[in-house]
C-alpha cells in the first residue's frame, strides 16, 4: 500500500475543519442568488415599507434618533440571524435526508471540528447577509457609516450569528423532515426575531410586554447590537453582552453533546 | 500483525428485531472477504458498525486493531465504505466532491490520486460534471472514488455493483481485484452470488442476524457433492449402484465428488455395454449453496444445522 501526503493526526483535524468550512461555504455561494441577494432585497423592502409607513408617526430614544436609522441595525440583525439559522439547518436536513451526510460521518471528524465548521460556515453566511442588507441601506441612510461603538456592534453580531447557527445545527440534527425543521422555524425562530424589536423600541411597548420582551434572548442581541450604531439602548450593553455570551456558550455545549453522542446521526 | 476486522459478540436491536445477535467474526489481512444473506439478514448493520455510523449495544469491532469506537479517528482512517445507498451531494462536481472527500481524510494534495481513481473508475471525462449530471452507475463509482481517496487499506463494498452494467462491473471488479493484490482487505456484500464465488477466497452468510455459516469459498461449494450426473440409461454399472442417488425411470441421478470420477463411471458403463441414452452434468454453484444453506438454517436446531460450521 502506497501512503499519501498525510498529515499528522493534528493536521488532520486542521484539514478536515478546513474542508468542512469550504464545503459549507461553497455550497452557500454556489446558490448566492437565493442565499445572499434574495435576503438583502427582503430587507430592503421591510425599510422601505416600514419607513415610508412610520417614519412620522413612531418616536423612538425620545427623538433622539429617526426611525428609518433605527430600524437598519434591526434589520442588520435580523437578516445576520435568519441567514445563520437558515445556513447550518438546511444543510444538515439536506444532508441528512438526501443521504449524504455520511460523507461527513465516515471520516475521522471529531464532535470539535464539525461543530465549528458548521456553525462558522453559516456564521459567514449571516455575516455576509448582514454585511449586504447595511451596504444597501446606507443609501437611504448615509449617517449610518459612523457607528458610535463599532467593537460593540462587532461583538453582537458574531455572538448572535453564532447562536443562530450552533440553534441552527441543533435544528437540523432533530428534524427528520423539511416540515419539523420548518416548525422550529416558524414557531420559534420566527415570533422570536420579530418579538424581539426588530421594528420596535420595547419602551414604547405596554408594561406587560416590556416584561415578556426581557425573557427574549433575541431582544439583548438586537438591543445589544443597536448600542453600538448610537450608543443608546434599552437595558445596559454590558448585561445584554453577558446574557448572549452565556446562552452561545449554553447552546455550543449543548450542541456538542449531541454531536459526541451521534444523536440523531449515528444510530 | 493486527487482524483487518475483528468483532466479537457484536449485538444490536432496533425496537422488536435484533438486528444483529451475537457475530464474531475475523477477517485476516489481503483477504478478500464476502459477506452474504438476505434482505433484513444484518449485513448492512454490521458494516455500519463497522463504520461508526450505528452503535452496538454490546459487544467490541476493531479495524486493524482499532476500536470502532474509543480510537474511532484511527479506526475511520483505515476504513473506506461504499455504501449501498446511492448517494451524492447535487452542490458539487466529481473533482469536487472527491476533493472534499479527501480533505476530510486531512488529505490536502491528493489530485495524483484522484485522477488515478477517475481513470480506474472511467470517469475521467466526467471529472468536472456536476453529480446531478450522472447516470446511476456514474453515481455509483463516485461513491467507490470516494470510499477510496484515502486509500483505506480496509474497504468494505456494500452492494456496489447494483445498477452498474456489466461492461463496467467487470472493470470494476478488475480495479478491486488490482487493490486487493496490492495489500487491501476487501470485504464484500453482493445480491449476485456469482461475483461472490469469483472473488471471494472466504465467505460468511448471515441470517436474521447470525453467521450461519462461514468458509472458505471452496470449502463452501465442497460442503454439498460437487457434481451431480443426469444419466439416462437402462441400468447402472454393478459397481455404481451404490451411488444412486435417485432415479426417476431409466434417469438415474449420481452425486460425483470431482470431474475425476467421471471417467471411472464411463469406464463402468462402456465395460458392461450399457448404451447412454443421454448424460449431462451440473455443478455445484455457490447459489445452490446459499438457498441450502439458508433454508437447512430455518429449520433445524442450529447446532445441527449443517450449515453452522465453526470457523475454518
Redesign the interface.
Known amino acids: 500500500?502506497?501512503?499519501?501526503?498525510?498529515?499528522g493526526?493534528h493536521?488532520?483535524?486542521?484539514?478536515?475543519f478546513?474542508?468542512?468550512l469550504?464545503?459549507e461555504l461553497?455550497?452557500f455561494w454556489?446558490?448566492s442568488f437565493q442565499t445572499i441577494a434574495a435576503p438583502v432585497l427582503t430587507a430592503l423592502l421591510y425599510l422601505l415599507i416600514f419607513s415610508h409607513v412610520l417614519e412620522s408617526r413612531v418616536t423612538v430614544f425620545n427623538g433622539q434618533v429617526r426611525y428609518t436609522a433605527f430600524l437598519v441595525p434591526g434589520l442588520v440583525m435580523m437578516a445576520v440571524l435568519q441567514n445563520s439559522f437558515a445556513n447550518a439547518s438546511s444543510s444538515l436536513i439536506q444532508?441528512k435526508i438526501?443521504?449524504?451526510l455520511?460523507?461527513?460521518?465516515?471520516?475521522?471528524?471529531?464532535p470539535l471540528v464539525m461543530y465549528g465548521a458548521y456553525v462558522l460556515g453559516a456564521m459567514v453566511r449571516g455575516l455576509v447577509v448582514g454585511l449586504g442588507v447595511f451596504a444597501v441601506t446606507l443609501g437611504f441612510v448615509p449617517a449610518l457609516i459612523d457607528l458610535a461603538h463599532p467593537l460593540w456592534a462587532a461583538a453582537f453580531a458574531l455572538l448572535g450569528s453564532a447562536i443562530l447557527a450552533t440553534l441552527g445545527l441543533i435544528a437540523g440534527i432533530w428534524a427528520d423532515k423539511f416540515d419539523e425543521l420548518a416548525a422550529f422555524q416558524n414557531f420559534l425562530i420566527m415570533p422570536l426575531t420579530f418579538l424581539s424589536g426588530v421594528f420596535y423600541s420595547i419602551h414604547t411597548l405596554p408594561p406587560f410586554w416590556q416584561v415578556l420582551s426581557h425573557f427574549n434572548p433575541f431582544f439583548y442581541m438586537i438591543d445589544g447590537f443597536r448600542y453600538g450604531f448610537f450608543g443608546l439602548s434599552d437595558v445596559p450593553p454590558g448585561r445584554s453582552l453577558a446574557l448572549v455570551a452565556a446562552a452561545a456558550l449554553v447552546l455550543a455545549l449543548a450542541a456538542l453533546t449531541m454531536l459526541a453522542r451521534?444523536w440523531k446521526l449515528?444510530? | 500483525m493486527a487482524d483487518a476486522v475483528e468483532v466479537v459478540g457484536i449485538a444490536r436491536r432496533?425496537g422488536s428485531v435484533q438486528a444483529l445477535a451475537g457475530i464474531d467474526l475475523t477477517v485476516a489481512q489481503g483477504e478478500f472477504f464476502g459477506l452474504l444473506g438476505p434482505n433484513g439478514a444484518g449485513k448492512t448493520t454490521l458494516i455500519?458498525i463497522l463504520?461508526?455510523?450505528?452503535?452496538a449495544d454490546r459487544g467490541i469491532a476493531r479495524i486493524l486493531g482499532h476500536d470502532v469506537v474509543s480510537d474511532?479517528?484511527?479506526a475511520?482512517?483505515a476504513?473506506g465504505?461504499v455504501?449501498q445507498?446511492l448517494?451524492?451531494?447535487?452542490?458539487?462536481s466529481v473533482r469536487?466532491t472527491l476533493r472534499?472527500?479527501?480533505?476530510?481524510?486531512?488529505?490536502?494534495?491528493?489530485d495524483?490520486?484522484i485522477d488515478e481513481l477517475l481513470h480506474h473508475l472511467d470517469l475521467t471525462s466526467k471529472a468536472d460534471a456536476n453529480m446531478r449530471a450522472l447516470s446511476g452507475g456514474m453515481k455509483r463509482r463516485v461513491l467507490v472514488g470516494?470510499a477510496l481517496v484515502?486509500?483505506p487499506?480496509v474497504i468494505v463494498l456494500d452492494e456496489p455493483t447494483a445498477g452498474v452494467d456489466v461492461e463496467l462491473r467487470q472493470s470494476l471488479w478488475g480495479f478491486i481485484r488490482k487493490l486487493n493484490r496490492?495489500?487491501?482487505t476487501i470485504i464484500l456484500t453482493t445480491h449476485y452470488l456469482e461475483e461472490a464465488e469469483a472473488l471471494c477466497g472466504r465467505i460468511a452468510m448471515m441470517k436474521a442476524g447470525r453467521i450461519v455459516a462461514l468458509d472458505t469459498t471452496r470449502n463452501l461449494l465442497s460442503r454439498f457433492v460437487g457434481l451431480t450426473v443426469r444419466l439416462s440409461a437402462a441400468r447402472l454399472p454393478d459397481a455404481w449402484k451404490g451411488r444412486l442417488a435417485r432415479r426417476e425411470g431409466a434417469v438415474h441421478y449420481l452425486g460425483l465428488e470431482t470431474y475425476g470420477e467421471l471417467e471411472g463411471l464411463l469406464s463402468a458403463l462402456r465395460a458392461e455395454n450399457i448404451a447412454i441414452d443421454e448424460l449431462t452434468l451440473a455443478g455445484t454453484d455457490l447459489e445452490q449453496v446459499f438457498l441450502r444453506i439458508m433454508a437447512g438454517s430455518a429449520t433445524t436446531d442450529e447446532a445441527q444445522a449443517p450449515a453452522a460450521v465453526p470457523e475454518a
Open positions: 500500500m502506497t501512503s499519501i501526503g498525510s498529515t493526526s493536521g488532520a483535524a486542521q484539514s478536515g478546513a474542508t468542512l469550504y464545503k461553497l455550497r454556489k446558490v444532508s438526501t443521504g449524504n455520511i460523507f461527513v460521518l465516515l471520516p475521522p471528524l471529531s451521534g449515528r444510530h | 432496533f455500519s463504520a461508526g455510523l450505528t452503535r474511532y479517528r484511527q475511520r482512517r476504513l465504505v455504501p445507498e448517494v451524492f451531494d447535487p452542490f458539487f469536487e472534499i472527500q479527501s480533505g476530510y481524510f486531512g488529505l490536502r494534495h491528493n495524483a490520486w470516494q484515502h486509500k487499506p496490492d495489500g487491501h
